[in-house]
């Protein structure tokens, strides 16, 4: 496994595609509902298999220089505990 900020398309489209499956999916939310207007100032992190399939991500934003929030984090159903 491997913690990653997504940096590419491909890397973004896996960490987006889990944040909508785990997060919106099950209440019936569209695709594109997994972002929001913050997403251009989070800091984003993926953590993927050895096959590159995302397994977590979530984001961080900050509320202010010393303050941070953790936001939209999701899990891959088969790797929680």
């Given at each position: 496994?491997?913690?990653?900020?997504p940096k590419t398309?491909?890397?973004?489209?896996?960490y987006y595609r889990l944040r909508w499956e785990i997060l919106?999916?099950?209440?019936?939310?569209p695709v594109g509902s997994?972002?929001?207007e913050q997403e251009n100032e989070a800091i984003h992190?993926?953590?993927?298999?050895?096959n590159k399939q995302a397994l977590a991500v979530c984001c961080l934003l900050m509320n202010?220089?010393?303050?941070?929030?953790?936001?939209f984090?999701?899990?891959r159903t088969n790797v929680q505990k």
């Amino acid at each position: 496994m491997q913690i990653i900020e997504p940096k590419t398309a491909a890397d973004f489209e896996a960490y987006y595609r889990l944040r909508w499956e785990i997060l919106r999916a099950p209440w019936g939310k569209p695709v594109g509902s997994e972002k929001s207007e913050q997403e251009n100032e989070a800091i984003h992190a993926m953590i993927y298999d050895d096959n590159k399939q995302a397994l977590a991500v979530c984001c961080l934003l900050m509320n202010t220089p010393e303050i941070g929030q953790l936001r939209f984090m999701a899990v891959r159903t088969n790797v929680q505990k």
